[in-house]
């Protein structure tokens, strides 16, 4: 394993997790069961005003599927995080994060919190909140593009097989959110969601 490692930690299913990476570190997020939707969002870490711009990103790397060499772009068209290596490739990146509302929405279920919800509680703590949330990333989920198979479900089974990984490197000082999702009502996690491992690192890692 890469060494040093400034971070190693388990995030339960269903739970948030944050961290500030500084410039030119690692940030490594590993699938460890398989099929485990991770909903993600980054800032600029000195001024999250300037935050992570889907239409920028998708504009700039032409596909709608995230996979290595692509950067993150923010919204001043400033790459964000370069994702350096990615064993299971084509993340999502339209289908947004789930909520309780929209989970009501969708699925006719009541006070079934998602990723949203997540996403607030792990903003909270450095002064963010509503208004910071943008249209996120979905790493390991696999949202179809054909207009048929999205007439039944926007999501699909995930296709990351037990310790698929993909690895961002911070290309400035970089706050990064993560809601382990949650959610039970679409294939996204194969209904069972499950642990993640996230380690921040100086070099890149290496299993």
């Not at 999501?155 to 959110?177: C, E, H, N, T, W």
């Not at 294939?187 to 491992?197: A, L």
Request: aromatic share 8%; with cysteine.
């Amino acid at each position: 394993m890469t060494q040093p490692t400034i971070l190693d930690e388990i995030v339960p299913a269903g739970e948030p997790w944050s961290a500030l990476i500084e410039h030119g570190n690692f940030l490594t997020i590993i699938d460890l069961e398989g099929q485990q939707g991770v909903d993600f969002l980054c800032y600029n870490g000195d001024n999250p005003e300037e935050r992570y711009h889907a239409p920028n990103t998708l504009k700039a790397i032409e596909t709608l599927k995230l996979s290595t060499g692509h950067h993150l772009y923010s919204d001043i068209a400033r790459p964000i995080f370069t994702i350096t290596h990615d064993s299971c490739s084509g993340h999502d990146t339209i289908a947004g994060c789930c909520s309780a509302p929209s989970n009501e929405m969708l699925y006719g279920v009541h006070n079934i919190p998602g990723c949203r919800e997540n996403f607030l509680s792990a903003l909270n703590e450095y002064g963010l909140g509503r208004k910071d949330i943008v249209p996120n990333i979905n790493f390991f989920c696999d949202v179809p593009v054909d207009k048929n198979q999205m007439a039944d479900n926007v999501f699909a089974s995930g296709a990351s097989s037990p310790g698929d990984y993909v690895s961002l490197q911070a290309k400035m000082r970089a706050l990064a959110i993560i809601s382990n999702c949650p959610q039970m009502n679409n294939p996204c996690n194969s209904g069972k969601p499950t642990d993640i491992r996230v380690i921040v690192s100086v070099g890149p890692w290496q299993d």
